[in-house]
């Protein structure tokens, strides 16, 4: 499985962007996916997951601001973010993960910078 995010860059205090994380096969075989993000020097924290029943949780830091979706028939997480402000730059990693009675597997993308100017 792999996982390709896309969607970072350069972005003013208030602006939007819209991360992509396009999986290599179906995500309908996740038990979720989401978004996490490490900023320089901090841990890695979730932003956004979504559960395959459709079920979503957001980080304290971006309710409200930040909306989690998926789009089925392209194998593509989205991670629509709104009201950046500064403290969201950060390197924005794609999850997905399966989990059985006996094993656990996490996949993660290569990571997606943004970066929110003030």
């Known amino acids: 499985v792999q996982l390709q995010a896309s969607g970072g860059g350069l972005v003013q205090a208030g602006g939007s962007l819209r991360l992509s994380c396009t999986a290599s096969?179906?995500?309908?075989?996740?038990?979720?996916m989401g978004w996490y993000r490490q900023a320089p020097g901090k841990q890695r924290d979730l932003v956004a997951s979504?559960?395959?029943?459709?079920?979503?949780a957001y980080g304290d830091s971006v309710k409200g601001r930040f909306t989690v979706s998926r789009d089925n028939a392209k194998n593509t997480l989205y991670l629509q973010m709104g009201s950046l402000k500064p403290e969201d730059t950060a390197v924005y990693y794609c999850?997905?993960?399966?989990?059985?009675?006996?094993?656990?597997?996490?996949?993660w993308g290569q990571g997606t910078l943004v970066t929110v100017s003030s």
């Open positions: 999850n997905a993960y399966q989990r059985t009675s006996w094993s656990a597997n996490d996949y």
């Open positions: 096969g179906s995500i309908a075989n996740f038990d979720g």
């Open positions: 979504m559960r395959s029943g459709g079920t979503v």
